[in-house]
């Protein structure tokens, strides 16, 4: 089975600075992971997606996520943030194996202050 | 990048009303997804089909059934309306099985 924790329900960052994200998983199977980004109103668009080739792993608009398997961590970091950047993300996982359902994250909302 | 359009992107109805949702791609892909989306709930799994007039069951299937006619629609219908409804509904398209799934904008759907 899988499962994933969003470790904060809310980040707040300041305008120029760097954004973390924070998500730990939890997988039987080799684990595929995604992050997600919802502007309000809007449906869900993926900002990048791990699928057990690099562990870094680079995104649009300039995120990025690390796979750390030691840490079961996925999270996800951006150096600069913008006011654009204020929105919901969610943290997703499922296998490699088969069909397994996405396991969604509860969210984070990043809110990005002038 | 797959393109995936819902129908609706507000829908006002009535309590007892038949609701149908659809959603459409419009890159073969097999997979298809409807989920509801509530504050504190997370995105929910209603059901899903693997093909052509296949489906099944989500977590949260009742009150709901759905109709894949063609590969590239997948419909959701309500149908006997109740306000417990309410709610963003997103539909999803995925090729692999273990790719990311596609989101449509969601259909914000109040029944009154």
């Known amino acids: 089975a899988q499962s994933v924790t969003q470790l904060d329900s809310h980040v707040s960052v300041s305008e120029g600075t760097p954004v973390l994200l924070r998500c730990n998983y939890s997988?039987?199977?080799?684990?595929?992971l995604f992050w997600y980004v919802q502007h309000p109103n809007k449906g869900l668009q993926l900002l990048l997606k791990y699928t057990s080739a690099a562990t870094l792993v680079k995104g649009i608009n300039g995120f990025e996520a690390e796979f750390k398997k030691s840490e079961t961590s996925f999270h996800l970091t951006k150096p600069s943030a913008h006011m654009s950047d204020a929105a919901e993300y969610f943290c997703?996982?499922?296998?490699?194996?088969?069909?397994?359902?996405?396991?969604f994250g509860t969210g984070t909302r990043l809110l990005v202050s002038p | 990048d797959v393109k995936v359009t819902q129908s609706s992107r507000y829908l006002v109805k009535r309590t007892g009303e038949k609701v149908f949702l659809e959603c459409v791609q419009d890159m073969d892909h097999e997979n298809m997804f409807w989920y509801r989306q509530d504050p504190g709930l997370g995105l929910r799994l209603i059901y899903f089909s693997y093909d052509v007039k296949m489906k099944e069951k989500g977590d949260i299937p009742e009150g709901y059934s759905v109709s894949r006619e063609k590969k590239e629609r997948f419909s959701l219908i309500l149908e006997s309306a109740s306000t417990n409804q309410t709610s963003m509904y997103l539909c999803?398209?995925?090729?692999?099985?273990?790719?990311?799934?596609?989101f449509g904008d969601g259909t914000r759907l109040s029944i009154l």
């Open positions: 997703v996982v499922t296998a490699n194996t088969g069909f397994q359902k996405l396991v």
């Open positions: 997988s039987s199977y080799s684990p595929s």
């Open positions: 999803a398209v995925q090729g692999r099985w273990d790719q990311p799934q596609h």
